[in-house]
């Protein structure tokens, strides 16, 4: 029993070639979504500038996305944290005007997204689970900008912008994978993964 139980350990934590393509894979995809994203940003601030600025907050879940994406895919200690670092290099490489920044934010996305899946012990991949890993990527996400963006802003208008990425997240980088995932599954298309069998999963 004991040699079985540490075998399925191995298998479920150590990562295999096919768990780095596949993050790659992803990495690239979302980072192309970054990088249009960037471009549009201006125009999604343009929406709000004489109603509600912070509401442009709510375009933000996509930022990050990544993370909880790959870990709810691959299932692997650190593909949240490497998928959405990769995704945001691969963005300021393509040109993003925000720069080396995007990286950095990248990485404080992915810690976000990471030690959620952390403190379930990479054992729990449900929508719950998923949210709240997209939540408190988007909490790391909201104080930052807060802070490197919106300095000029009142304490009101930051809290509501950091309020609405945390909304916004749960949705877009925590719902969205989640239903990702199990669609992908149903038609076969991760075999390779222990998401493929996420039937019993909600």
């Known amino acids: 029993m004991s040699s079985t139980t540490e075998a399925v350990k191995t298998h479920t934590n ?5 768990d780095i393509v596949v993050c790659a894979v992803i990495a690239v995809a979302v980072g192309l979504l970054f990088a249009l994203w960037a471009a549009l940003w201006s125009g999604f601030e343009l929406l709000f500038a ?15 996305l990544a993370g909880p994406l790959a ?25 993003s005007h925000f ?14 997204a990471e030690l959620v899946f952390a403190a379930f012990r990479y054992r729990k991949f449900t929508l719950p689970v998923s949210i709240l890993a997209a939540m408190l990527a988007g909490l ?17 208008f930051r809290v509501a912008y ?13 719902v969205i994978p989640w239903l990702l995932t199990r ?11 222990a998401s493929g069998n996420t039937g019993r999963e909600v």
């Open 14 to 18: 150590t990562w295999r070639v096919v």
């Open 71 to 95: 870990a709810m895919i691959i299932r692997k200690p650190g593909a949240a944290l490497f998928c959405e670092l990769l995704a945001a290099i691969f963005e300021a490489v393509l040109g």
């Open 162 to 174: 950091t309020g609405l990425a945390v909304l916004s997240s749960a949705v877009l980088a925590g």
């Open 50 to 64: 004489t109603t509600f600025p912070p509401a442009v907050a709510l375009f933000g879940g996509v930022w990050v």
């Open 140 to 156: 790391f996400m909201g104080v930052h900008e807060s802070i490197i963006y919106l300095a000029e802003w009142s304490l009101g």
């Open 183 to 193: 669609m992908l599954a149903s038609a076969g298309a991760l075999n390779a993964f």
């Open 99 to 112: 720069g080396v920044v995007a990286v950095f934010s990248g990485f404080l996305q992915g810690l976000g």
